[in-house]
C-alpha cells in the first residue's frame, strides 16, 4: 500500500528492541504490499498466530494547525517507539503487532509552509487533514475487516473520524458510540476538517450514535459553543461529566462521573475509546490548557472502560513532544506506552 509505511523487525531492532520481541511484533514482509487485499492477507496470518492489536502509527500535526492550535503532534509517534521496548512483556508481545504509520511526510513538510492565522491558509490546511483521512482510511479498514483491534498513536483528533467512519462500516447498524477523554468537545462546525471536529462530522454523516465526554471544561468553549453542547445533551445524543464534577472530591467523584457514563452507555452496542493527550497532566500537547485530569485517574478511566465495553478501537492523540520542555518525548512516549498497557491488558474478550 503505497502510504502505509511498514515496520520491520530491522527497524525496530535499530530503536533497542531486542531480537526476540522485534521478531513477536512484526509481520515478515518479503515484498511491499500492493492493496488491501494483501494488506488483509497479512493481518489474517497475524491474528491467526494469536495478534489481536494492531498499532499504527499517525505523524502529522496538520489537524491542531488547521484548528488554530499548534502543530507539534507528528512527534508522539517517534516518541512512543523509542521508549516501549522497556515496557514490553512477552504476554503483551504476543498479542501485538506493530504494523507501522501511514505516510504524511509531505503533508507535514507542506504544512509548515502556512500560517493558521490566516483564512486562506487554513482552508488549505483543512485540505490536507481530508487527505490524512483519504490515507488512513483503507489502512484502518483493512484491520477492522480482519477482526483486529487498531490503537493508532499520534497525530490530531481529527484521525477520530476516519476511525468512527471505518469502524462503523464494519459495525451491525452502521453506527458505533464513542467514550473521550477530553477538556473540549470537539463539536465545532463542519465547515472542513481539523482535529476540534471529528464528532460532527460523525453526527453529519450518521456514523455517531452516542458521545460521552469525560472531563468537559466549561471554560474552554465560549458561551454560543456550550449551548450548542447543552442543546445536543437535551437531544440525548450525547452526555458528559465536566472536569470539576471528576476533580471535585479527587477518587470519590472520579468514581461516581465514570459510573454514571458506564451506565449511560449500557446496551448500547459497540464504542470506540478516545483519550485527548491535551487533556493529561504533565504531558506536552498540541493545546495549551492550564488544568488537567491525573495520569492516574487517566489510566484508570482506561482501565475500566476496556474492561467493560471492550471497544473497537484506541485513539491517544495530541501528544507533542517537541512543544514541551526538557524530557518531554520521554514523557510523551512513557504516557502512551503505559495507556496501551492498560488497554491491551484489561481487554475483556
Request: glycine share 6%.
Amino acid at each position: 500500500m503505497k502510504n502505509l509505511e511498514l515496520l520491520k523487525k530491522e527497524d525496530l531492532e535499530d530503536l533497542g528492541y531486542s531480537d526476540k520481541f522485534a521478531s513477536k511484533i512484526t509481520a515478515d514482509y518479503d515484498k511491499e504490499l500492493s492493496g488491501e487485499k494483501e494488506l488483509i492477507k497479512k493481518l489474517a496470518k497475524a491474528k491467526k498466530s494469536g495478534k489481536k492489536f494492531v498499532i499504527l502509527g499517525s505523524p502529522e500535526g496538520i489537524g491542531p494547525y488547521a484548528n488554530k492550535g499548534r502543530n507539534g503532534a507528528y512527534g508522539a509517534w517517534p516518541a512512543f517507539l523509542s521508549i516501549f521496548p522497556e515496557f514490553l512483556e512477552e504476554n503483551v508481545a504476543e498479542k501485538l503487532l506493530i504494523l507501522g504509520n501511514v505516510k504524511l511526510d509531505d503533508l507535514q513538510r507542506k504544512s509548515e509552509y502556512y500560517d493558521n492565522t490566516r483564512k486562506d491558509d487554513r482552508r488549505e490546511l483543512r485540505r490536507m487533514v481530508s487527505m490524512i483521512d483519504t490515507r488512513l482510511a483503507p489502512i484502518l479498514r483493512s484491520i477492522f475487516k480482519s477482526e483486529l483491534i487498531p490503537v493508532l498513536v499520534g497525530g490530531g483528533h481529527n484521525n477520530a473520524f476516519p476511525l468512527i467512519k471505518e469502524a462503523a462500516q464494519q459495525s451491525s447498524n452502521k453506527r458505533i458510540s464513542c467514550f473521550n477523554l477530553d477538556l473540549h468537545a470537539d463539536l465545532r462546525s463542519t465547515d472542513g476538517r481539523h482535529s476540534g471536529n471529528s464528532f460532527s462530522y460523525a453526527f453529519e454523516k450518521g456514523l455517531l450514535d452516542k458521545y460521552y465526554i469525560f472531563g468537559l471544561h466549561e471554560n474552554y468553549h465560549s458561551n454560543s459553543y456550550y449551548k450548542k453542547v447543552q442543546d445536543l445533551r437535551s437531544k440525548g445524543k450525547i452526555d458528559y461529566s465536566t472536569y470539576s464534577d471528576i476533580t471535585s472530591q479527587l477518587q470519590t467523584s472520579f468514581e461516581i462521573e465514570l459510573n454514571k457514563a458506564e451506565n449511560w452507555f449500557q446496551d448500547n452496542g459497540q464504542m470506540g475509546l478516545e483519550v485527548d493527550l491535551d487533556s493529561v497532566e504533565g504531558v506536552p500537547a498540541s493545546a495549551i490548557t492550564e488544568v488537567r485530569v491525573p495520569l492516574n485517574f487517566t489510566r484508570k478511566f482506561v482501565q475500566r472502560t476496556t474492561k467493560e465495553f471492550a471497544p473497537l478501537y484506541f485513539n491517544i492523540s495530541e501528544g507533542a513532544p517537541d512543544l514541551g520542555k526538557r524530557n518531554s518525548e520521554e514523557v510523551v512516549g512513557r504516557t502512551i506506552s503505559h495507556l496501551i498497557l492498560d488497554f491491551v491488558n484489561n481487554y475483556r474478550k
